[in-house]
């Protein structure tokens, strides 16, 4: 089994650390020399904020709606993803960085421990620690874990861990989900 680990809305998550005033609120952080957005708080992505956009074309959403504004950070976002990734990386004998915010988790040897008691515990773990929420997906290979990873960060139920287990599982994720969004598929080969 894989487990796909995924701070959500990382960039603005750590501003929020260190400004807990902004939890809540909408939050973007631009590019270099404040550009594009390069992150979305979820309250950003409501107000139709997209992914990408050049600021000047926002200025008025963001004057109207109170979107806060932050320049990129990059040494505060590497130090917190350090601190995610230390945290992460006492749960499992293994895993792989694959981002900044995001770990793909070697679950062998796994297989007599609840997985979701796990998941629970290890994002509970990481958002005490640091500060961070993050989202845990659980299945057999690393592009369900991709998907799974999804349904735990879009669905407040799952408590931030989504397992597909069971090919019943597998199935009703996969009918569920846009396939233009599946990690190794993408737009490109819809």
């Given at each position: 089994m894989y487990g796909l680990f995924d701070c959500n809305n990382f960039y603005a998550s750590c501003e929020r650390v260190f400004n807990p005033s902004l939890i809540g609120k909408p939050i973007v952080v631009l590019s270099n020399n404040d550009g594009c957005v390069i992150a979305r708080s979820n309250e950003a992505k409501a107000l139709g904020v997209p992914m990408g956009e050049p600021a000047y074309k926002l200025k008025e959403l963001?004057?109207?709606q109170k979107i806060k504004v932050f320049s990129s950070n990059y040494t505060l976002y590497g130090d917190m993803s350090h601190r995610v990734m230390t945290t992460v990386a006492s749960f499992?004998?293994?895993?792989?960085?694959?981002?900044?915010?995001?770990?793909?988790?070697?679950?062998?040897?796994?297989e007599q421990i609840?997985?979701?008691q796990f998941g629970e515990k290890l994002v509970n773990t990481t958002k005490r620690n640091t500060g961070i929420p993050v989202s845990l997906g659980i299945a057999s290979?690393?592009?369900?874990?991709?998907?799974?990873?999804?349904?735990?960060?879009k669905y407040?139920?799952?408590?931030?861990?989504?397992?597909?287990?069971?090919e019943e599982k597998r199935e009703k994720a996969l009918k569920l989900f846009d396939i233009s969004d599946v990690w190794g598929i993408g737009r490109r080969y819809t």
């Open positions: 963001i004057e109207t499992v004998p293994e895993m792989e960085i694959y981002s900044i915010d995001e770990a793909f988790l070697h679950l062998n040897g796994f609840d997985l979701k290979t690393k592009t369900l874990a991709k998907v799974a990873n999804k349904f735990a960060k407040p139920n799952y408590k931030s861990v989504c397992i597909i287990d069971s």
